[in-house]
């Protein structure tokens, strides 16, 4: 029950998690990648999360009436060990990204903040605050970015649009010089950054859906991905060649709303607004990967297990013993293809997994 | 053993609060050199560094004496930084830097492109802070501040941003500076500022210095290397390329007395003509200055009600061209794209090693020049 | 248990207040009251005058006829109910074979209906809720004249036996809150209930220690107000606050002067409130963080103006501001009790002596002092919860000064997710804006007119939707 989420809050959260964290170490690694063309990698990258987007959203649908979880339609449409070795995959992946996020955001604060501290002291008061909402259930962290979604969304547009006047979009021109294959390639080897769709997997029980299903969720979706593709090209157009070198963009990109001798960094308490959408993104992420190790132990926990949580905790000390440069240029560079699977391939498929499952369950049923 | 419980999470609670608080180290701004504004000079041993630093006053203190003149030498920027610590007991922030000044000495003689790289990386500091080259050593003109009552940071970054950004062409960010040497030209500019001394009218104070800051002239540079000076009249022919920048005054004998007319409004159209070279067209929308709006123009500007003649109008554009066709032999002359028609070209091929190395002289442009009453 | 005399005399046996009369009306009959609680005056002109010429009555039943000039005659059907009774003023009359009735002679002790302090309106209604439960039903069904105005009589406390009434308007509130409230109450297990505050906490469902869950009034029209919104509300004897429930956060920023004034002044002064609050609880902490971690975000001049004030400061800018508010808060809760003549001066104490000669001295900085200053001043526009948000500042400064605008994000979204967290009677608290319910945002922080609210909110559960009947 504490699980249960609405359509809306969904697709205003999904909006959220697009555009939380995709403006920290991101557009300076395309921009390092493809140059100017960094805009169109990450269209390319959205139009191909579409249509994932739309097929799962097509699952969702027709789980509406079984309201099986992501367990239960893998367990019975493809057999108890894959789905135990996809939830495996997935946590990897939910790990992985948390990591990436949360080495962001240390970056951000300990060079653009000055906050010196070091990784553990820095990551748990973040955990506490994801096991305390966890522990107030996914519905409670919906509702929480139903209310702080205006604002961040507000603190983006703000952000983006206080460098407008110094932006001359011409630098994006010739449009594809990179190359096109170079600029497509580039939108699969980055792909770890995008389909925050996968987290809705891990909530699929508790979909309330009302009347529509696509019109919310694709709304948002629009949002947020012509937002992180706007803020890219602003980005690339307002440092040119020096983009590569601008490794934390949102933190520069505010830069110029600044340039009065008499205002300070305002731009920072609006940046501070956008990072909430990246704590956000830390929590649902690290709700689906307690979720993972539900699935994978096989039960279902009814209060919080601290067990699962300790677990999920101790993951987060992997940037301890590995700097995120391996990880990007490692585990992440090889981790694309299998991650396909999960992020590209199975919301294709739910559909006709939903379908078969609920086959399966009706005849049980009978 | 519920109390004992309960005092168990309570002690551990306190325990972890204690472990983070003593983990999260911040530096107080009390403990901080903020610096105001940077000027760079070259030494024996490296650099001079002279920075306004902000100093507090004993709380009641107007705004105006708030600041003092720190100067430290360093084989590199950053050890030049690293030893002001050294002079005031804190530790440098750059944070509220708002210019860096380069002394002649030393933006005439030295590459500077690790000083460039040094801020442009520094995350403190921002780019969008001013940067401009000063006639002289950039100390002596930091020391001027008293002449001018005011933080002579804030009197240059004022300058270039506020007031100038209309009248006169600015390079007012670290950011745009640092762009020009690394596109394909590899030339940029940067404002050269010079103290102007003014004749003293205060009797209270009679041997008190007074002046201005004075901003009409280029340093032009590339890959980081001091190549000319851009002086008034050079400046105002690029000027006329500058849809953005407008104020530019003439003045005309033609009708027999001294006329000066104000360009209240520019539209230019620079444009590749496809074949190597520019077309480029200069609309000057003008009307006469006015003694209240001297340095103050635009479209709402109050107009004066005399028609501009015909002959001051032709004279006008006649002057206009010269200026702006002198620029233009200039920047043959001395290689440098200021106005960016490699960019141009870029925008349409793409970027090429031959179209980075083309000359200047190879870019022919088709001038025209027209003249109107607003 | 039997009722019986006997038993009564016993347990007041030697209480001087303890009455017996004995009545001879053909049959003996035995009056008893407790002397504090009854009106001698009603004792003698609903029970004893009646009877005093009485001389063939041989049963209860024809003295019961006897007593027609008595509004409150009524027999108790246990020994308890008669013991409740006599408690309350009530005397009761016994034949020889210990039956008995009760006739109401209670006496009203008790202040008279005046304006409450607490909740001044410049417009509207000046009455105010009194410790009586009758006095409050009375206001209460005085504004409500219908027969769908309900009311549940119930009694909780084992030494008290306080009164409660849950009033709710039937067709309206819905059947499955009240039944959940009513079970609630039944359910308190305690020696007394004193005021009406000490069933809240029994009524709160989420065992809530920060916030509110339950709503309170001094004011019988906000009362029916808030029934008439599907609510209900629930009197306690002895107490002038009124329960009302369910209770949603957004009701905090709403003031009993709201439906009385142009709604765009309602709409401009609630987003005043809610501004003030935010800024209350965040200002501080955005101060300390700011000072010891960004303190480029601050404009230079203001950065001047703070360096000068803070330099001969002996403390860290964190230690300073709490210091500040820590001594704002003691003023505050010394301010409160104090008798008014006193608070004043103790205001003046407070502001002047400590506030200036702490600036003067060199302890505190100027720009503490006014930010605490204008942070204290905010939490007055939400005065219910001006201590609780008073302890939410002080944890917000002290993890925003230790780890700077990472700590102030953490503990807003931390408040935030566990206000998100919390629903109580089929009502999630932040409604309507988290759930959104786009139709009840016409009366939350936005105010529109009156006449355009056909509808009842949405966040409360109710049986009619239609404000127009």
């Known amino acids: 029950m504490k699980n249960r989420v609405s359509i809306d809050q969904l697709a205003l959260m999904y909006l959220l998690l697009v555009t939380g964290g995709k403006f920290l170490t991101l557009p300076s690694l395309l921009a390092g990648d493809v140059g100017h063309d960094s805009w169109l990698s990450v269209l390319f990258s959205f139009v191909w999360d579409g249509v994932c987007l739309c097929f799962l959203l097509w699952a969702i649908k027709i789980n509406d009436k079984s309201k099986l979880d992501i367990a239960a339609i893998l367990d019975k449409s493809l057999s108890k060990p894959v789905s135990k070795a996809l939830m495996a995959l997935f946590f990897v992946i939910f790990v992985l990204r948390i990591n990436i996020l949360l080495s962001g955001c240390y970056k951000m604060f300990s060079v653009t903040f000055d906050v010196s501290t070091n990784w553990l002291v820095y990551v748990l008061p973040i955990a506490a605050l994801a096991f305390f909402a966890v522990s107030r259930g996914f519905n409670s962290i919906a509702r929480a970015s139903q209310i702080v979604f205006g604002l961040i969304v507000l603190a983006v547009i703000a952000l983006f649009v206080s460098p407008l006047a110094e932006v001359d979009f011409g630098e994006l021109l010739p449009i594809g010089e990179a190359g096109w294959g170079k600029i497509l390639l580039n939108s699969y080897t980055r792909s770890f950054w995008f389909s925050d769709y996968i987290f809705m997997y891990f909530v699929l029980d508790g979909i309330k859906i009302k009347k529509h299903v696509f019109a919310p969720m694709l709304v948002s979706f629009g949002v947020g991905a012509a937002l992180c593709i706007l803020l890219n090209g602003v980005f690339v157009a307002l440092f040119g060649y020096l983009a590569p070198d601008f490794d934390l963009a949102m933190s520069k990109i505010g830069v110029f709303s600044a340039a009065s001798t008499a205002n300070g960094r305002w731009d920072w308490l609006t940046l501070s607004v956008w990072l909430i959408s990246v704590f956000v993104k830390v929590i649902v992420f690290i709700f689906c990967a307690y979720k993972c190790v539900e699935k994978i132990v096989g039960a279902h926990f009814v209060k919080f297990n601290w067990i699962a949580a300790g677990v999920v905790l101790l993951t987060l000390s992997l940037p301890m013993f590995v700097s995120t440069r391996t990880l990007l240029d490692t585990v992440i560079k090889w981790g694309v293809i299998p991650f396909t699977l999960v992020q590209y391939l199975l919301p294709l498929l739910m559909p006709l997994l939903t379908k078969t499952a609920q086959r399966k369950t009706e005849v049980k049923s009978e | 053993m519920s109390n004992l419980k309960r005092l168990g999470v309570v002690l551990l609670v306190v325990a972890v609060a204690a472990a983070v608080a003593v983990s999260f180290k911040g530096s107080d701004v009390m403990d901080r050199a903020i610096i105001l504004g940077m000027g760079v000079d070259r030494a024996e041993e490296g650099i001079t560094l002279t920075c306004e630093i902000v100093s507090p006053g004993n709380g009641t203190e107007q705004v105006g004496t708030f600041s003092k003149i720190v100067t430290v030498t360093g084989r590199t920027i950053n050890i030049a930084i690293q030893n002001i610590a050294q002079v005031t007991g804190k530790e440098a922030s750059l944070g509220q830097c708002v210019v860096l000044v380069l002394g002649q000495d030393y933006y005439e003689n030295v590459d500077f492109s690790d000083l460039t790289d040094y801020f442009i990386n520094h995350h403190s500091f921002k780019e969008s802070a001013v940067v401009c080259c000063c006639e002289g050593k950039a100390e002596s003109l930091f020391n001027k501040g008293n002449a001018l009552a005011q933080s002579m940071s804030i009197a240059i970054s004022t300058a270039l941003l506020d007031q100038a950004e209309k009248i006169a062409v600015t390079n007012n960010s670290m950011l745009q500076y640092a762009r020009s040497q690394n596109e394909l030209s590899r030339t940029g500019f940067l404002n050269r500022v010079k103290f102007v001394p003014s004749q003293n009218t205060d009797g209270n104070l009679p041997d008190k210095e007074l002046g201005y800051i004075a901003y009409r002239e280029l340093c032009v540079f590339r890959d980081s290397n001091y190549v000319t000076t851009l002086d008034a009249e050079l400046t105002a022919g690029m000027s006329l390329f500058l849809p953005e920048v407008y104020g530019e005054t003439f003045v005309s004998y033609k009708d027999e007395v001294t006329r000066t007319v104000q360009v209240t409004n520019k539209d230019v159209k620079l444009n590749p003509d496809g074949k190597g070279g520019f077309d480029a067209q200069i609309n000057l929308t003008v009307r006469y200055g006015r003694t209240d709006s001297e340095e103050v123009s635009g479209p709402v500007t109050a107009k004066n009600d005399k028609e501009i003649s015909q002959k001051i109008l032709d004279d006008v554009a006649e002057q206009a061209r010269r200026i702006a066709e002198n620029y233009l032999a200039a920047q043959v002359k001395y290689n440098f794209d200021l106005l960016k028609f490699h960019e141009a070209y870029r925008r349409k091929q793409g970027s090429s090693d031959a179209l980075s190395q083309k000359p200047m002289s190879e870019f022919p442009v088709k001038l025209s020049v027209q003249v109107t009453e607003s | ?469």
Do not use: H
């Not at chain 3, 109401?104 to 105010?128: F, H, L, Y």
């Not at chain 3, 993890?399 to 919390?422: D, E, F, N, P, R």
């Open chain 3, 1 to 469: 248990m039997k009722i019986s005399f006997d038993k009564i005399s016993r347990l007041w046996l030697g209480q001087d207040d303890f009455r017996v009369r004995e009545l001879n009306c053909g049959a003996n009959f035995k009056a008893v009251c407790l002397d504090t609680m009854c009106d001698d005056a009603k004792v003698s002109a609903f029970v004893l005058q009646p009877l005093a010429y009485v001389e063939n009555a041989q049963s209860l039943d024809e003295i019961e006829r006897k007593l027609a000039a008595g509004t409150g005659v009524r027999k108790p059907p246990n020994f308890f109910a008669a013991v409740e009774d006599f408690t309350n003023g009530y005397t009761l009359i016994f034949d020889g074979e210990d039956n008995c009735i009760s006739v109401d002679t209670r006496t009203v002790i008790g202040r008279s209906i005046a304006e409450p302090p607490t909740s001044m309106v410049m417009r509207g209604p000046r009455e105010g809720f009194v410790e009586d439960v009758k006095v409050n039903v009375t206001l209460l069904r005085k504004r409500l004249k219908t027969p769908n105005f309900k009311i549940i009589n119930l009694a909780v406390g084992k030494y008290t036996n306080t009164a409660i009434a849950v009033c709710y308007i039937e067709g309206i509130a819905d059947k499955r809150v009240v039944d959940d409230a009513v079970q609630r109450i039944q359910n308190v297990k305690t020696d007394g209930v004193l005021d009406s505050s000490y069933l809240a906490r029994y009524l709160d469902g989420n065992k809530t220690f920060l916030f509110r869950r339950i709503g309170s009034t001094e004011k019988p029209d906000i009362a029916v107000g808030k029934m008439l919104e599907g609510r209900l509300a629930i009197i306690v004897d002895g107490s002038p606050m009124v329960l009302t429930l369910p209770y949603l956060f957004v009701e905090d920023m709403q003031s009993p002067g709201d439906y009385y004034e142009n709604s765009t002044m309602t709409t401009l002064s609630r987003f005043l409130r809610f501004v003030s609050v935010i800024a209350s609880v965040l200002l501080p902490a955005l101060y300390v963080c700011l000072q010891v971690y960004n303190y480029q975000i601050i404009p230079l001049r203001f950065l001047i103006t703070v360096l000068n004030a803070s330099e001969a400061i002996p403390f860290s800018p964190l230690t300073e501001m709490l210091l500040v508010l820590i001594v704002f808060d003691i003023l505050r809760e010394a301010n409160l009790r104090m008798p008014s003549a006193v608070g004043i001066s103790l205001s003046l104490v407070g502001a002047i002596v400590l506030g200036d000669a702490a600036v003067q001295a060199g302890l505190l900085g100027a720009p503490a002092v006014m930010i605490g200053a204008l942070s204290g001043i905010g939490l007055f526009t939400m005065p219910d919860n001006t201590l609780i948000l008073s302890l939410l500042r002080l944890a917000v400064t002290f993890v925003g000064g230790v780890m700077g605008l990472l700590g102030v994000i953490i503990s807003s979204l931390a408040i935030l997710v566990y206000l998100a967290s919390m629903q109580d009677f089929k009502t999630p608290f932040l409604a309507p804006f988290s759930p959104d319910i786009p139709e009840d945002r016409q009366d939350a922080l936005a105010q529109i007119p009156v006449p355009q609210m056909t509808q009842r909110p949405k966040s409360i559960p109710n049986e009619n939707k239609s404000r127009r009947g």
